[in-house]
């Protein structure tokens, strides 16, 4: 049974802060690989500065060298609003065998409950979480003790948070100011490249 780690989001763009919790997380729950999945339109929050699908995907995989960590695309050509639901059951039907757990930070964790169609994480994934405050490991414990009576599995992984985040790079670059330290070089470059982040919608 291969442990496939699923870690969604805008990635708008990607950062060292995405790299690093992937990297924990299959470190520390020993997955085979984590899949980044870029999403075509984030169901949950109002993105004016979204830049368009096909960079995003171009970055995250300029950021995810390696063979641990790999890029699905299959959100992006399923248009539409992004819903985990539907990619985790996709993600099952093309891997029976699989073992997914789905990767997220406090905010979408103490969430979850909301998404659409939750009792489909919960059968389909191991929910996994990661405190980004000095209290969220006790309100993370909160939140498991909850979804595990709705019949959710979980795992809390203890990893250092890095304060970046894609609001703080998207600012940077309409500043003028370097992002060097806080997106891979590559991801830099492509930026800079395609003019990316200069003015809302852009």
């Avoid at 924990?24 to 979204?50: E, M, N, S, T, Y």
């Avoid at 539409?80 to 093309?94: D, I, V």
């Avoid at 979850?112 to 059968?123: G, I, K, N, R, T």
């Avoid at 405050?133 to 890095?162: H, M, P, W």
Wanted: aromatic share 6%; with cysteine; net charge positive.
């Amino acid at each position: 049974m291969r442990k496939t780690g699923v870690y969604g989001g805008t990635f708008n763009p990607i950062h060292n802060g995405h790299i690093h919790l992937a990297k924990q997380f299959a470190q520390q729950l020993g997955l085979d690989r984590v899949l980044l999945i870029p999403a075509f339109v984030p169901p949950h929050k109002f993105a004016p500065d979204l830049a368009p699908a096909e960079h995003r995907l171009a970055m995250c995989r300029l950021a995810s060298p390696g063979t641990l960590l790999e890029v699905s695309d299959m959100e992006i050509r399923r248009k539409g609003a992004s819903y985990t639901c539907e990619t985790l059951r996709e993600l099952k039907k093309r891997n029976p065998e699989d073992e997914l757990y789905l990767l997220m930070g406090e905010d979408m964790f103490l969430t979850v409950q909301d998404w659409c169609h939750p009792e489909v994480l919960y059968s389909l994934s191991v929910l996994c979480a990661a405190p980004r405050s000095g209290d969220g490991t006790a309100r993370i414990l909160e939140q498991v003790n909850r979804l595990e009576r709705a019949g959710a599995k979980t795992a809390v992984c203890n990893i250092q948070y890095l304060p970046v985040s894609s609001t703080m790079v998207r600012g940077a670059v309409k500043k003028g100011e370097s992002i060097a330290g806080m997106v891979p070089a590559a991801v830099a470059e492509y930026i800079r490249e395609n003019q990316l982040y200069l003015g809302c919608g852009k």
